[in-house]
């Protein structure tokens, strides 16, 4: 089948249909090459990084990062994105992803690579004209030059459209004049040049400027962070620094838009950022549990260390699962407008921001997974977690900002039920024919729990279809009720984006363990399937109680929630032994290694 005739899943899409577990992309999937990335890339860091990690737990680390950063250039490593014509590798997104995830592990010196490589290459790779592209990719690859990318201002962060920084044309009209103030800019003190969004003359949108450090940018003191110490983020200061006029990247008056694109690819990088880590940390944590011995055994053997073990590694296992899915999405609908003819960087920005729902919904899941990994780990180190000099003390600051940068996660949590309605309105999805059916469901009673059957993942199946359909059903039923006005319901919002995010992350594990049912850690595949269907169970309910109770007239709120609970019901069964069973097989393997 050639890819103008498979039928593609596209950007929110997984809400109205079904997919095939054959048809996910998978970590065990990974081709001979996406390992070999994958591991040239741990070489690297295992070398250059690991020897000297604690500098990158102070402020030294800013001042290491520009050598390391170039070392890695010389190694190709910063254009695994990028055409081949710039000096890149031109890998796909799930290539991107697979070494993006090696690659974060790496400490503070991870958001100089992520940054460098993120949000430095894609605005220009994607809206540069071609004298742009020629006179900086390059050197961006190489890292001979070091970018930052300037968006957030003291009064512009959520809000980033409403900046002061403004660019006025010199007399001569050669020139922007620029003046302004950013503020949180990763990369700042070592970068030579600048992605600068601001206004120009009197417009209402942003436009955005490539601003090199010697026309006269001036740098704030190093920030006192939580933590990622060895990151450099200061203050950057615009007074009347001279930028030539071709220096615009892309149209003015359409900066919004390279923002937002550059942060949805970004959006999915912290995701992959955060399983990086979260393996890293619950290796910390297993390791710890088997070495420590109270009450004469270790404190792996006891079921409340289990317990926890089990659950950090069934939600690392969903979050991989979910955003090597998504970046396959990404690959294939970019391969679809390929063959249908599309300029290959225009298939690249429409086929991220195809998906920015799915984006975002990683986003969320993978920083708060992370969080909860993190916490856990360092519970499981005791009072030795709560020490300084504990390598898990330092991952427990360093991931804190993962929820508030690249949009904090309520700005998020609105825009993925945002999103979709967006869809629904533009005619693109049949999300409210599909609602209206699930309401005819709803008044006829005739909504019931899921049932078992003869293979182990029936279950799992006959609730994956329950759920879509509640999810249909309620999500429809907010917008039923509030309609344009939804959008001052942010609470209800919230729960709504986190069925539809619970949803998407469940879907993907499951079609992931069934891909994989023959292989020899099938049985812990299916029981961590349990243990995720069992949690999603939770989430979907409170999630709906919110939205129910707030969308319900008094009279027919319990009956709505009590016969929508049903789809939730699951038959019981001794989810501790399951977990035990779980945490056995990590605790064997003192890592997460499946
Ligand atoms: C370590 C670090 C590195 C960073 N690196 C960069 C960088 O390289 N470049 C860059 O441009 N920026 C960077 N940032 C800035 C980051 O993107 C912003 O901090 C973020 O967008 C939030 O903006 P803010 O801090 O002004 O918070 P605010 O926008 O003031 O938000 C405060 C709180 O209010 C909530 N909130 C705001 N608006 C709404 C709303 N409409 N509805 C509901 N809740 C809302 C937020 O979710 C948050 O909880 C970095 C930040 C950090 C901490």
Redesign the pocket.
Known sequence: MNVKEKTIVKGGEFLLTSTEPIDVFTPEDYTEEQNMFRSSIKDFLNKEVEPIKEKFDSKEGTTIAPELLEKMGELGFHGIGVPEKYGGLNCDMKTELAYGEIASDSFAFSQAIG?HTG?GVYPILLYGNEAQKEKYLNDIVTAKTKC?????EPGA???ANSGKTKAIHSEDKQHFILNGQ?M???NSGFADVFFVFCKIEDDKNLSCLIVHKEWGVKLGAEEN?LG?HGSS?RQVFFENVKVPVENLLGERNKGFKIAMNALNAGRIKIAVANTGIGKRAFGLGVQYANQREQFGKSIAEFGAIKHKISVMASRLYALESSWNRAGHQIDEFYDQLIANGMDPLEAKIKSVAEYSMECAITKVYGSETESFIVDEALQIHGGMGFSAESEISVHYRNVR?NR?????N??NR?LIPTMLLRKAMKGELPFMEAAMSGFQELQSGALKGAETGVDKYDLPLNFLKNIKKATILVNGLAAQKFQHEIKDE?EVLMSMADMLSILYIYESALLRSIKHKDSNTSSLRADMIEVLMHETAEILLSSTKEVIYACSEENQALPNLKAIQRMYQLPPTNLKEKRRSIANYFINENKYQI
Do not use: H, M, P
């Not at 930052?148 to 957030?152: D, E, Q």
């Not at 508030?404 to 904090?408: F, K, R, S, V």
């Open positions: 940054v949000l930052s990318y300037c968006l957030t962060g959520s809000d950013k949180w800019i990763t962070k990622i983020t900002g508030i940068y690249e949009g904090t309520e700005i609105i942010q």
